[in-house]
């Protein structure tokens, strides 16, 4: 005859302190990153479409390969609005994947 004896398993402790601060490290330089990228693409689908009509009304001189590439980049708006929407979406996963792996928690 046999026993077994219920032994109790230890509780998740999180990760290791030194890998808890490399990814912390890196999800902050990750999320800081992916921000500035995603103020520059909203910035650039806002400045095309009104940087020939504001340098013309300060009389600033704007030639003409300047004007037709402005214009042609104001068309794509929508591209700089979807990429500065993906960046933004990007640093909620990020930070939502990061808080999962360092927190003492279980996972399933």
């Not at 026993?3 to 890196?26: K, R």
């Amino acid at each position: 005859m046999t026993a077994s004896f219920n032994q109790p398993t230890p509780a998740s402790s999180g990760p290791t302190p030194a890998t808890a601060l490399t990814v912390a490290i890196v999800a902050g330089i990750s999320v800081l990153t992916l921000i500035v990228a995603g103020i520059t693409f909203l910035a650039l689908a806002v400045a095309f479409p009104i940087a020939v009509p504001i340098a013309e009304s300060y009389n600033l001189p704007v030639s003409a390969a300047d004007a037709a590439l402005a214009a042609r980049f104001a068309d794509l708006w929508w591209a700089f609005a979807g990429l500065a929407i993906a960046s933004f979406g990007a640093v909620i996963v990020v930070m939502v994947k990061a808080i999962s792996f360092l927190s003492p928690t279980p996972r399933d």
